[in-house]
């Protein structure tokens, strides 16, 4: 039995079975599940551009990683170490070329 609305009562949602939701599914297009052309239709891989972007990728995330942290180290030494502006500058300086014979 449904509950009045006039009462205050919500009613009852209808019953929504497995072949109902089939049905909707069907109609509404979700169920497009049928492949029948190539998984890969776009244009072939050019493998040593892949591995250029990829290298620079890497180069890119070691130096600015390097000039991060450098950064970090030399604000540090500014502000906590009383080296000052030009302190901080020297060691920043002073480590980068450090970074760059350790890194290549």
């Given at each position: 039995m449904i509950p009045d609305v006039d009462k205050g009562f919500p009613r009852a949602r209808p019953r929504f079975d497995q072949a109902?939701?089939?049905?909707?599914?069907?109609?509404?297009?979700?169920?497009?599940n049928h492949h029948?052309?190539?998984?890969?239709?776009?244009?072939?891989?050019?493998?040593?551009?892949?591995?250029?972007?990829?290298?620079?990728?890497?180069?890119?995330?070691?130096?600015?990683?390097?000039v991060i942290v450098i950064l970090m180290i030399a604000m540090a030494a500014g502000f906590?170490?009383?080296?000052?502006?030009?302190?901080?500058?020297?060691?920043?300086i002073i480590l980068n070329i450090a970074g760059v014979f350790l890194l290549r």
């Open positions: 109902d939701r089939m049905r909707l599914m069907k109609e509404t297009g979700l169920m497009d029948s052309g190539p998984v890969e239709t776009g244009a072939p891989m050019d493998y040593a551009e892949h591995d250029r972007t990829y290298n620079a990728f890497l180069a890119g995330a070691k130096w600015g990683t390097m906590f170490g009383g080296a000052g502006f030009i302190g901080s500058l020297l060691v920043f």
